[in-house]
């Protein structure tokens, strides 16, 4: 990529060379009823201009892509470069073609007013993107809920973000149902955004629920809860809630947060329900509930006379 954009510079030069060549020694010949020269002088540099911002572009590409490791960061500076390069051809491109840059600019701002009442949807969702740019809401990879829509965010363009579903009216229990969604930009500035996975803390609080009978004994089943989860989570979990700490400090929000799983108990219609609290990542919320659902029913089990379930009741 690096090699075309030098040899689109190059071109570039090259034609720019010939249209001064052009300029300064003219072209006698004309096809009847028309001058060969403007119009040679007028191609020779609107090729140039072209050949010149598609090499600007691809050698800054290039090369910012390959000093940023981060996949999401490659895909914003895509997306500017984009934008900055686009809008210089653009007026550039004008300016040639009019030969007026000053009257080109003032056109381009009267054309703003007018166009912002035709095309006020798009004009929202570009303003929807330089927000998601520099607010950060959210970015490629990123888990997140917008209005009634739950998925990863796969692309951030300049007037739409791709979200790659989760659960919807296909499938349950939070897996990809394998539509790609696509939200206009404007979206988030009117709407609810929820990120699952942002930069920060990367880890959601998610509860398991279990049903037993009033005559279980909970302190002995709560302790095995706990347990179960401190196997699977333990170190992981408590690692993240020192960042979740650390990230609490920086604000005026003052929260007391375990290290270790918790349990929460309450009433239900005929039965008691025990609520396991813990902090797990967003993408294994499903594969974690279901590993802990099997092991705290074995260990239930295991003490049928401390533990026992609501057979025959109404749940």
């Not at 020269?37 to 598609?54: G, R």
């Not at 960061?73 to 934008?83: F, G, I, Y």
């Not at 499938?171 to 942002?198: A, D, E, M």
């Not at 029913?297 to 379930?309: A, I, Q």
Request: net charge negative; proline share 3%; aromatic share 10%.
């Amino acid at each position: 990529m690096r090699r075309t954009g030098y040899l689109s510079l190059l071109c570039a030069l090259v034609l720019y060379a010939g249209s001064r060549f052009v300029s300064r020694f003219g072209i006698d010949e004309q096809i009847p009823g028309v001058e060969l020269e403007p119009l040679t002088l007028l191609a020779l540099t609107l090729a140039s201009i072209l050949l010149a911002t598609y090499g600007g572009y691809t050698v800054c590409r290039t090369y910012l892509m390959d000093h940023t490791q981060n996949k999401r960061r490659q895909h914003d500076v895509r997306n500017v470069l984009r934008l900055t390069f686009g809008i210089l051809g653009m007026v550039a491109v004008f300016g040639v073609v009019t030969r007026e840059w000053v009257s080109v600019l003032f056109s381009l701002g009267v054309l703003g007013f007018a166009v912002t009442f035709a095309l006020q949807q798009p004009l929202f969702s570009l303003i929807g993107w330089l927000y998601i740019m520099t607010k950060r809401p959210y970015q490629v990879g990123d888990r997140i809920a917008i209005e009634e829509m739950r998925g990863d965010v796969v692309a951030v363009d300049f007037f739409v973000t791709e979200v790659w579903e989760i659960d919807g009216d296909l499938v349950s229990s939070n897996q990809p149902s394998g539509r790609i969604v696509t939200v206009p930009n404007s979206t988030v500035l009117s709407s609810r955004v929820v990120n699952f996975y942002g930069e920060g803390v990367q880890y959601v609080w998610n509860e398991l629920s279990m049903q037993v009978a009033y005559e279980t004994d909970l302190q002995f089943a709560s302790e095995v809860m706990v347990d179960v989860a401190t196997d699977h989570l333990g170190d992981e979990m408590a690692k993240q809630v020192r960042e979740y700490r650390d990230r609490l400090a920086e604000t005026p929000v003052e929260l007391d947060v375990n290290e270790q799983p918790t349990v929460n108990v309450t009433q239900g219609e005929s039965w008691v329900e025990l609520r396991l609290r813990s902090l797990v990542h967003p993408r294994r919320g499903t594969r974690m509930r279901n590993a802990l659902y099997e092991d705290i029913l074995e260990r239930f089990n295991e003490h049928p006379d401390r533990v026992k379930f609501p057979v025959s009741r109404n749940r």
